[in-house]
């Protein structure tokens, strides 16, 4: 059901590359002493794949433009922006192509004279649930890692949510693999469902059937849990002689991108990140702040050759390293952890440990709920006072 109430048309578009309008409705601007009634609101059925296109004014009122010239440049815009015809090359989904090219395309020559804002929505069909069993082995977070991100991709969740959902549900089954089996080589399994609520959440469930054992938190682990609580609406354990069952449910979320201001949003270019489950460290050449470049996932697998490569760089704390975390894909607690530490150990010798993550990355957004100090600007910053004596 669409009510306009002085604004523009909608328009819907199919990533096909066919546009429309849908009809005006009656009564004018909210808020303005107008009733709106049956008659005000009209209805519309949307197929499979199709975008609808809601929009203010300063869109189509732009400088040297008829409205009406506008409309039919709009419509002929979105239609190609959405069958990806317009600007090529950009991975983007439909719905966000649309959002900002539109904008792009549309006052590249003219300008604009007046704020604009842009909401599009399309229909997609749900996924199938989600069902994954595996050993209870830490070599099996990648295969989790990597089947929940194509899922997670599929039900076209946002970037922020998917990465918050995928650290949630890594942490909860390294939780289970590491701690559900007194014998571990005796063999164990963890499963993982994950179903898109018609409520617009997601809920992912970890279920084990070993033995559960209360978090003991230490300086190095046990803060798996309270990491999961950070990222996600709500956590939810039970437990009992059948094993664990760990529920998830985080409601998903589309921040309004404001244009205007500096981009703050950074996005590490696809072809530097690597495989999930691995980690490459490389030396960064300086003549004054020597450093580390860290690429990859950081969890319970490679957190050990991620501590020697840190400790040798660094050896072992008694010269200044800086460490750039933001082509890291995943930041799991046990590194976490063991960046605290480091911290402190560097901290004793009266050296720095200076940690780079811009906002927006996986590292960075975990840095920032954990309270972890770290730079969010300059990978290279001026040398600490160790350095300069």
Known sequence: ???????????????????????????????????????SIDSENLAEGELIMLYTDGLLERPGRVPAQSTVELAQAAAAIAANRALRGDADTPIERVCTQ????????????????????QRVAAPPDLELEVAADPSSLTRISEILDQWLTAARVGEGDSTALRHAVVELATNSIEHAYVDPAAGGTCSITAALLDTGEVRVRVVDEGRWRDPVPSTVRGVGLQLTELLV???????????????????????????????????????QMVKPGTLRVEELTSDTYPGLRVVGTIDAHTTAAFDRAIRTAGVTGTRSLRVD????????????????????LHRANRTTLRLYAPPGTPAGMIMTLVQLDHDTRDAAPSAPADLED
């Open 1 to 39: 059901s669409t009510r306009t109430a002085g604004h523009p048309p909608p328009l819907v578009v199919s990533v096909d590359g066919d546009s429309r309008y849908l009809s005006s409705t009656k009564a004018g601007p909210i808020g303005v002493g107008g009733t709106f009634g049956p008659e």
């Open 102 to 121: 539109t904008l792009e395309l549309m006052t590249r020559v003219t300008g604009h004279s007046d704020d604009i804002t842009v909401l599009v929505g």
């Open 233 to 271: 609406d709500d956590l939810q354990i039970e437990h009992d002689e059948q094993g664990t069952r760990a529920t998830v449910t985080h409601q998903l979320r589309q921040p309004a991108r404001m244009l205007t201001a500096v981009d703050a949003n950074w996005r590490a270019p696809a072809n």
């Open 325 to 344: 975390l933001s082509e890291v894909s995943h930041l799991a607690s046990s590194g976490v952890a063991l960046l605290h530490q480091l911290t402190s």
